[in-house]
């Protein structure tokens, strides 16, 4: 199958720039992160993602926009895993500008970094799965808006389970029944490897490889959510109350 580049396809001078400016950034937040264990589990993200952009980059490059939001959304990643996400100190730089605190002109009780950037990430990343189903599997109709919501849930809901499951397995529980059905979960590895394949990897290799498959692989991800949503259910239940 023929793959559609953009015309405005970002030049190359353009995207190593971004990378080398990202790189820069990244390796001086990475001199001292406040906790090391998490910085390195929020980095898998990134060790992950700049080898598919590289790969990408020569078979399906992107825009000069969407390149530009994705540096936008990976530094600040870089900064929530330098300090974690719920004690970025945003307030402080904020009323170091400009005198007045943030949180509490707008009533906030909580850090709220986690929430800003979670939801940056659909409007910085989107862009990106708008270009990749446009040239591999080209929407039409009322498809060509819902299917990018639908590509950016599934896979938002993907990240999630895979950032869950580093916590459960690296990762201490705050009580003892949290433990064993962790545990529970756990020893059920050939099920939940399962339904990551069935329902969110197969369905996103669909879309990729192959035009018209958006009905299918929308299903696809529904039954996988269905099972994983099971299996959470579960195994709380199993655990005797006394």
């Given at each position: 199958m023929t793959t559609t580049a953009p015309a405005n396809a970002a030049p190359r001078p353009f995207v190593l720039g971004l990378l080398a400016a990202f790189a820069a950034i990244w390796t001086a937040l990475a001199l001292a992160p406040w906790y090391r264990q998490d910085w390195l589990l929020e980095n898998m993200l990134v060790f992950a993602a700049l080898p598919l952009l590289a790969w990408g980059y020569r078979t399906l490059p992107f825009t000069r926009g969407t390149y530009a939001c994705l540096f936008v959304f990976l530094v600040l990643h870089a900064i929530g895993a330098h300090y974690t996400y719920s004690e970025v100190?945003?307030?402080?730089?904020?009323?170091?500008?400009?005198?007045?605190?943030?949180?509490?002109?707008?009533?906030?009780?909580?850090?709220?970094?986690?929430?800003?950037?979670?939801?940056?990430?659909?409007?910085?990343?989107?862009?990106?799965?708008?270009?990749?189903?446009?040239?591999?599997?080209?929407?039409?109709?009322?498809?060509?808006?819902?299917l990018p919501v639908c590509f950016m849930m599934s896979h938002s809901v993907l990240y999630e389970m895979i950032e869950w499951l580093a916590a459960e397995v690296f990762g201490s529980h705050p009580t003892e029944d949290a433990r064993r059905a962790a545990e529970l979960i756990q020893r059920a590895p050939l099920f939940s490897s399962g339904v990551l394949a069935l329902g969110h990897l197969l369905p996103l290799g669909m879309l990729w490889a192959a035009p018209?498959?958006?009905?299918?692989?929308?299903?696809?991800?529904?039954?996988?959510?269905?099972?994983?949503?099971?299996?959470?259910?579960?195994?709380?239940?199993?655990i005797p109350l006394a």
């Open positions: 100190p945003y307030d402080r730089a904020f009323e170091a500008v400009t005198g007045a605190s943030l949180n509490a002109l707008l009533g906030w009780e909580r850090n709220h970094y986690d929430r800003m950037v979670h939801f940056l990430y659909g409007l910085l990343v989107t862009p990106a799965a708008i270009e990749i189903l446009q040239a591999r599997a080209p929407p039409r109709g009322l498809w060509r808006w819902l018209g498959m958006q009905l299918p692989a929308s299903l696809l991800v529904l039954l996988g959510l269905l099972a994983w949503e099971h299996l959470h259910v579960q195994a709380p239940q199993r």
